[in-house]
């Protein structure tokens, strides 16, 4: 089955810098790649997601870009803000259904 | 709306007790999933549903049961609780239609432990 790698557990930047957060996965035949936010005490909130046949996705501060033939895919973060300190986890999956979870990364942003 | 409620939202249980945790949706949505994050280990899927009277397994099943009898309600059972059990269990729906089609909506989470 899927297995999903994700790297660094923990992160530390101060505020304006960038973040970057990196994962792999094993099955070729994943298609759906989400990133989800976890607040302290919620529940994981999407906040980007890109499926296999885009290389690159922004949203603002936000970006995903994705290498099908490393089976890598990464999380941007420019400009950081405290608002941003949280649980990053990403997720790979071949039907939007059955997602497989990395481990997740801690993000503080210093003031 | 409100979304993704779960019930409770904490819950200690002694080994060998059942209990069932509630997870309702309002947004009308076909799929519901169950998932237990565990520190270190990401989130693991549990079962999960397609639609009223349609279950299957995820990746952790055993010693949990499903049923989804309305398109709205989707209650995790655990028949005998056992320690391995205590988690951070949170329900998620979904659906494949509109701009939002595909996103899985997470609840707030039961955080549960067995002694």
């Known amino acids: 089955g899927e297995n999903v790698e994700q790297h660094p557990s923990t992160l530390s930047v101060q505020e304006g810098d960038s973040a970057v957060i990196k994962c792999t996965y094993s099955d070729s035949a994943s298609n759906y790649f989400p990133w989800y936010k976890q607040e302290l005490g919620k529940g994981p909130q999407l906040i980007i997601d890109?499926?296999?046949?885009?290389g690159e996705k922004k949203d603002q501060r936000i970006a995903v870009t994705l290498n099908k033939t490393a089976k890598h895919f990464s999380l941007h973060i420019t400009e950081t803000q405290p608002e941003d300190s949280a649980v990053y986890f990403c997720a790979a999956s071949i039907d939007f259904q059955k997602l497989v979870f990395g481990t997740g990364t801690r993000l503080l942003v210093s003031p | 709306n409100a979304g993704v409620t779960q019930t409770p939202k904490f819950q200690v249980l002694k080994t060998g007790q059942s209990m069932t945790l509630q997870c309702a949706q309002d947004?009308?949505?076909?799929?519901m999933s169950w998932y237990r994050q565990d520190p270190g280990m990401g989130l693991r899927l549990i079962h999960y549903s397609v639609g009223a009277g349609i279950t299957d397994q995820g990746e952790v099943p055993n010693g949990y049961n499903v049923s989804r009898s309305t398109t709205e309600d989707f209650p995790l059972r655990l028949l005998s609780a056992a320690p391995s059990q205590t988690s951070v269990y949170f329900c998620?729906?979904?659906?494949?239609?509109?701009?939002?089609?595909?996103?899985?909506?997470f609840g707030p989470g039961t955080r549960l432990t067995v002694l």
């Open positions: 890109i499926r296999s046949n885009v």
């Open positions: 947004m009308n949505h076909e799929y």
């Open positions: 998620a729906s979904r659906t494949t239609a509109g701009p939002k089609g595909n996103e899985q909506f």
